[in-house]
């Protein structure tokens, strides 16, 4: 496996959900309704923590100078 594009995998992957997140969210502000919101708000917090780690394993790499 290529760990060279780990973090930026992992990063790419944390904006699809916290956009993903955002979309459920607003659309569950839209409705009314509470269970769309908070699996929007589920989304962007799952799609942050993806997004650091993401810089943490690029930050990793460079370091590691690979």
Same mark, same amino acid.
């Given at each position: 496996m290529n760990h060279a594009n780990d973090g930026m995998s992992d990063k790419v @992957?944390?904006?699809?959900?916290?956009?993903?997140? &955002?979309? @459920?969210?607003q659309w569950g502000n839209a409705t009314d309704n509470p269970k769309l919101q908070a699996e929007g708000k589920w989304d962007k917090?799952?799609?942050?923590?993806?997004h650091r780690i993401g &810089?943490? @394993?690029e930050a990793r790499e460079e370091r590691s100078g690979r």
């Open positions: @992957k944390g904006a699809v959900n916290k956009a993903k997140g &955002e979309a @459920k969210d917090a799952k799609g942050e923590v993806q &810089e943490w @394993k």
